[in-house]
């Protein structure tokens, strides 16, 4: 994080893309040979909850100060931290009390406490990076999310080798949420010149969440939907296939989301303060030129590192020894298409939140769920797996 030359950030950049893109490879290859399909699913359970309740937590606010931050001074970007997590507090308080009362009742107490705290390390860690890539802090940014998606990984499964002990499903969830925790103690420590004490000398203003969420409640309800979308399909299999064809999927779909997130990361994030910049001055020639570009970035990205995912899968899925994966391997193709089409659907969606049309993303986004919901109950129960791609195509 210490190099800023011009010249060495994108290599930075690009190695720690290129790992955190491995290490979902290699997580889901580890978790398929020694811990089994059924630990996988559990860990793609907790991975969705992982991006869904951030995201209903949010409410919409770190969109709205994200975006905010592209252009407002530091002062006034510090206080709304401090506002937002004020309210972020007390609202994990009341569901880490949910969470660990139905953890506690179903027997699976120390899970559901594992699964909070990633949770909320997922939290932290993604909040950060928005930000710090808002204030085009590209590196620093991209090094925290290699932390909390990509470093943990690969210890996790250093120590596990060494000792099998570790080849738990709970072991695996610790590990996350220890990579999270240092991943909020390395965003603290980014964050310790800025002006916190001018921002807490100002006045609590209890009417800035009722201001804020009125401001930013399409928003919310279009990033809810985004993630329902791209999550759901996990929990409506579980209705109705085993835990192992589920575990199965969740191995593929591994691979697809390493994609579409490391797309977002690589790409999307990259173009996003330049998209709110160049709509903030209403420069239209510039905005319409930034939208090509990340369109065409975006989805040639994702196409080509969705080509190599498939080159190596077939080795991949004979190392795990897992004869249900085998037979499984159509679903990757599927699978890969899906993401290039999500990636250039995610890039269009950038203009439309760079010019604030927070109704039409909104909208685009219900739809988009409402469409997938329809489509996996009259498709996954007759066809499984392969009606659960479906559905996700025909809500593209």
């Not at 994108?10 to 889901?28: C, D, E, Q, T």
């Not at 559901?112 to 940014?141: K, T, Y």
Request: with cysteine; proline share 4%; net charge positive.
């Amino acid at each position: 994080m210490m190099f800023s030359t011009s010249h060495l950030q994108p290599l930075l950049i690009s190695a720690l893309r290129v790992g955190m893109l491995a290490s979902k490879f290699l997580l889901a290859l580890y978790m398929a040979r020694f811990l089994g399909l059924e630990a996988l699913a559990v860990f793609g359970l907790v991975a969705g909850a992982a991006a869904l309740l951030p995201m209903l937590l949010r409410m919409g606010l770190m969109t709205h100060l994200a975006r905010a931050a592209a252009h407002a001074d530091m002062v006034t970007i510090v206080y709304e931290l401090r506002m937002y997590g004020s309210g972020m507090a007390v609202l994990y308080l009341l569901a880490g009390a949910l969470a660990l009362g139905i953890g506690a009742a179903t027997g699976h107490g120390t899970l559901a406490a594992l699964a909070l705290g990633v949770v909320m390390a997922e939290h932290v860690a993604m909040d950060a990076f928005s930000l710090l890539n808002s204030l085009r802090r590209h590196l620093p940014a991209n090094g925290l999310l290699f932390i909390s998606a990509g470093a943990w990984i690969y210890l996790y499964m250093a120590a596990a080798w060494w000792w099998p002990g570790l080849n738990d499903i709970h072991a695996v969830l610790l590990a996350w949420m220890l990579g999270g925790a240092l991943t909020m103690a390395m965003a603290a420590w980014l964050g310790r010149t800025w002006p916190w004490k001018d921002a807490w000398a100002k006045p609590f203003d209890s009417g800035w969440y009722k201001q804020r969420f009125g401001d930013s409640w399409r928003l919310f309800v279009s990033d809810l939907c985004t993630t329902a979308t791209t999550y759901a399909d996990r929990y409506l299999l579980t209705l109705f296939v085993p835990l192992n064809v589920v575990g199965a999927y969740v191995f593929f779909l591994q691979v697809s989301n390493a994609i579409n997130n490391l797309t977002g990361a690589s790409v999307l994030l990259v173009y996003r303060p330049k998209l709110i910049l160049a709509a903030h001055h209403e420069d239209t020639p510039a905005l319409a030129r930034l939208e090509r570009n990340v369109l065409r970035d975006g989805a040639g990205f994702a196409a080509l590192a969705g080509l190599g995912a498939a080159a190596v899968m077939p080795f991949l899925v004979a190392f795990t020894g897992r004869e249900a994966l085998a037979a499984a391997q159509p679903l990757l193709w599927a699978m890969l298409v899906l993401t290039v089409a999500r990636a250039a659907l995610d890039a269009t969606r950038l203009g439309f939140f760079a010019r604030k049309q927070d109704g039409v993303l909104m909208r685009a986004n219900v739809l988009a769920l409402a469409t997938l919901v329809a489509a996996s109950a009259l498709v996954i129960p007759p066809a499984g797996p392969v009606g659960a791609v479906f559905a996700g195509c025909v809500a593209v």
